[in-house]
């Protein structure tokens, strides 16, 4: 039983530092590390918000680093470049 309460506590631990974590970068974050995302609706944000929950430890890196997502390399990308 031990185990079992200290995975939980730990669980919600990780989502009540998710949920603190969301609300700032819903509000701010997002702009920073992706430009297009200062147009975001209140839509939009809602729908962001429980993946930064989830996701928040990857988040905050890029967030402090001001990383923006990666540009997607693929087949079809490299032709469209190459015309």
């Not at 995975?7 to 949920?19: C, F, H, N, Q």
């Not at 701010?28 to 939009?44: C, L, R, Y």
């Amino acid at each position: 039983m031990p185990f079992a309460e200290i995975l939980l506590t730990l669980l919600g631990l990780y989502l009540g530092l998710g949920l603190l974590f969301a609300f700032a970068f819903v509000l701010k974050g997002a702009s920073v590390i992706d430009p297009s995302a200062q147009a975001g609706t209140i839509g939009f944000r809602l729908l962001i918000f429980p993946g930064a929950v989830a996701l928040w430890p990857v988040l905050a890196k890029r967030w402090l680093k001001r990383s923006h997502p990666p540009a997607e390399n693929n087949p079809h990308r490299r032709a469209a470049r190459a015309h």
